[in-house]
T-cell receptor, first 114, second 110 residues
């Protein structure tokens, strides 16, 4: 079956530009997570959805970061007025239910801000 | 969340058994130990999870001593394709986010 997909795989943005990153989770998965992974480091949690409800956004680094999952399936991570420090790989993961430590990750979107 | 400590890197050769040990001295009673694998340009992939003693699946074994303050991921007869970063995570299944550390970069040589 299809896994988690993300688009685009690569994004180059000029500083100050807005970007939108898309995540298609595994069908039927209730939980959806966004992580940010800097080069050479482990992924860091950004935000979590259970269906369409955003239950935890404590990891979002600033108010320039916004995530939504309006119909409880596809999710979009939006970054406004991108800065160079936003350059990273953005990973999306889904799991069947909350409380399940087996999360299925997509390939990520590599964002480069010039 | 319990903090984990694991070696930054390890080298091995094809066909050898590789053991990666993770320390988690302040693990809580209801915490599980989970290992993920990450290849370059891919997202992490779940390998194995355990609570105590030994767990084995088709990919790896996980050894957890009685005090649960450490755990060892064992990869039997590694191949070049096992070259990856391996992350040890500790947390309870009632949580939501995963907390990754720096991971262990395993390099398998021919």
């Amino acid at each position: 079956g299809a896994g988690v997909s993300q688009s685009p795989r690569y994004k180059v943005a000029k500083r100050g530009q807005d970007v939108a990153l898309r995540c298609d989770p595994i069908s039927g998965h209730v939980s959806l997570f966004w992580y940010q992974q800097a080069l050479g480091q482990g992924p860091e949690f950004l935000t979590y959805f259970q269906n369409e409800a955003q239950l935890d956004k404590s990891g979002l680094p600033s108010d320039r970061f916004f995530a939504e999952r309006p119909e409880g399936s596809v999710s979009t991570l939006k970054i406004q007025r991108t800065q160079q420090e936003d350059s990273a790989v953005y990973l999306c993961a889904s799991s069947l239910a909350r409380g399940n430590n087996e999360q299925f990750f997509g390939p990520g979107t590599r964002l480069t801000v010039l | 969340l319990a903090k984990t400590t694991q070696p930054i890197s390890m080298d091995s050769y094809e066909g050898q058994e590789v053991n990666i040990t993770c320390s988690h001295n302040n693990i809580a009673t209801n915490d599980y130990i989970t290992w993920y694998q990450q290849f370059p340009s891919q997202g992490p992939r779940f390998i194995i999870q355990g609570y105590k003693t030994k767990v084995t699946n088709e990919v790896a074994s996980l050894f957890i001593p009685a005090d649960r303050k450490s755990s060892t991921l064992s990869l039997p007869r590694v191949s070049l394709s096992d070259t990856a970063v391996y992350y040890c995570l500790v947390g309870n299944n009632a949580g939501n986010m995963l907390t990754f550390g720096g991971g262990t970069r395993l390099m398998v040589k021919p």
